[in-house]
């Protein structure tokens, strides 16, 4: 017999993150039904026994859980109110791990649950490394029975963390990224300053080492010093992130002066090079 109560898990998404995440509950056990724009990438999946699913709203059919690991609130929108509602059968339980913003997620709670679904935002804190091991911070709100009914399937993204209401996932995810993105804005200003004023990074590394910010400063300049680091978070993500970070400061009344130059930056360069890892920023800066 199953261990679990879910089995059947649709899920939406298999880019950077959602493929790993998807791997995982298969090797786990659970039915997997798959979706991806691009579906080459869905291949792997169903050689390991996923059923690729043609569309966002075939994709729904028959599943106890339906999961988005989307680029956006657009692509989540089109996904789920354009299409994955209609075939959804009722008591479906849709679960957002995309990064969005909290009054996306609230809204979304509520299109959901006005069709006799529920739905939690579930975004997450950590790379395709943390994906791969199974070792994602799972920043969750929604109602806290659902949590509890998929509480074994998040278990093996991650660790869950219940944070309380719909949009509460999305808002300490805004936090966290607000902290992570202008860190790497910042670090990487002042790694142009320092090639700037003809010193050597290590000579900085070495001064600001046992600093409490010298650990995230070794961190993430050995990340931006190689001329090529595999993307793993891209430039073009960052900048819809602060976007989203930004907007709901707007709502909140919450000035961010911080974020909005670091958007600035991030906007600029999503230009020219979207798909890089969010620490060569650098480039733009030389
Ligand atoms: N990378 C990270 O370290 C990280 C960490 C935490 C959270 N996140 C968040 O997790 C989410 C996924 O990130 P990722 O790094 O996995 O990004 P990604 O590799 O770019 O994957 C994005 C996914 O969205 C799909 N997509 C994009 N635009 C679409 C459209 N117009 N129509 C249909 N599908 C579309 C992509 O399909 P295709 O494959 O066809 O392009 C892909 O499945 C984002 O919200 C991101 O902010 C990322």
Same mark, same amino acid.
């Given at each position: 017999m199953c261990r679990w109560f879910v089995v059947k898990v649709g899920f939406a998404g298999l880019?950077?993150?959602?493929f790993p995440m998807a791997r995982r509950l298969l090797e786990a056990g659970f039915?997997?039904?798959?979706?991806?724009r691009t579906v080459e990438k869905a291949l792997p999946l169903k050689e390991q026994g996923a059923v690729v699913a043609s569309s966002p709203g075939d994709l729904a059919s028959d599943v106890d859980?339906?999961?988005?690991?989307?680029?956006?609130?657009?692509? !989540?929108e089109k996904f789920l109110i354009g299409e994955a509602f209609f075939k959804a059968r009722s008591g479906t339980i849709f679960i957002d791990m995309s990064t969005v913003y909290p009054d996306f997620s609230v809204k979304m709670?509520?299109?959901?649950?006005?069709?006799? $679904?529920? $739905?939690?935002?579930?975004? !997450?804190?950590?790379?395709?490394?943390?994906?791969?091991?199974?070792?994602?911070k799972i920043l969750v709100g929604g109602r806290r029975e659902v949590y509890e009914r998929v509480l074994d399937l998040l278990r093996v993204m991650g660790e869950p963390l219940y944070l309380g209401a719909s949009g509460y996932g999305s808002r300490v995810k805004m936090i966290v990224n607000h902290i992570l993105i202008t860190t790497v804005s910042n670090l990487a200003e002042a790694l142009a300053l320092t090639r700037s004023l003809g010193i050597k990074p290590e000579t900085?590394?070495?001064?600001?080492?046992?600093?409490?910010?010298?650990?995230?400063?070794?961190?993430?300049?050995?990340?931006?010093?190689?001329?090529?680091?595999?993307?793993?978070f891209y430039i073009e993500l960052a900048a819809k992130d602060l976007m989203y970070i930004v907007e709901?400061?707007?709502?909140?009344?919450?000035?961010?002066?911080?974020?909005?130059?670091?958007?600035?930056?991030?906007?600029?360069a999503s230009k020219t090079i979207p798909r890089k890892d969010y620490t060569r920023i650098i480039e733009i800066l030389k």
């Amino acid at each position: 017999m199953c261990r679990w109560f879910v089995v059947k898990v649709g899920f939406a998404g298999l880019g950077v993150m959602g493929f790993p995440m998807a791997r995982r509950l298969l090797e786990a056990g659970f039915q997997l039904k798959v979706y991806n724009r691009t579906v080459e990438k869905a291949l792997p999946l169903k050689e390991q026994g996923a059923v690729v699913a043609s569309s966002p709203g075939d994709l729904a059919s028959d599943v106890d859980v339906y999961i988005t690991m989307l680029r956006d609130a657009d692509v !989540v929108e089109k996904f789920l109110i354009g299409e994955a509602f209609f075939k959804a059968r009722s008591g479906t339980i849709f679960i957002d791990m995309s990064t969005v913003y909290p009054d996306f997620s609230v809204k979304m709670a509520s299109e959901a649950e006005r069709r006799g $679904f529920s $739905f939690l935002d579930a975004p !997450v804190l950590g790379n395709v490394d943390a994906a791969e091991r199974g070792e994602l911070k799972i920043l969750v709100g929604g109602r806290r029975e659902v949590y509890e009914r998929v509480l074994d399937l998040l278990r093996v993204m991650g660790e869950p963390l219940y944070l309380g209401a719909s949009g509460y996932g999305s808002r300490v995810k805004m936090i966290v990224n607000h902290i992570l993105i202008t860190t790497v804005s910042n670090l990487a200003e002042a790694l142009a300053l320092t090639r700037s004023l003809g010193i050597k990074p290590e000579t900085i590394m070495d001064i600001m080492g046992k600093h409490p910010t010298g650990r995230a400063l070794e961190y993430y300049w050995n990340r931006m010093l190689p001329e090529k680091t595999r993307a793993k978070f891209y430039i073009e993500l960052a900048a819809k992130d602060l976007m989203y970070i930004v907007e709901t400061g707007v709502r909140n009344r919450q000035e961010l002066p911080m974020a909005s130059s670091a958007l600035q930056t991030y906007t600029k360069a999503s230009k020219t090079i979207p798909r890089k890892d969010y620490t060569r920023i650098i480039e733009i800066l030389k």
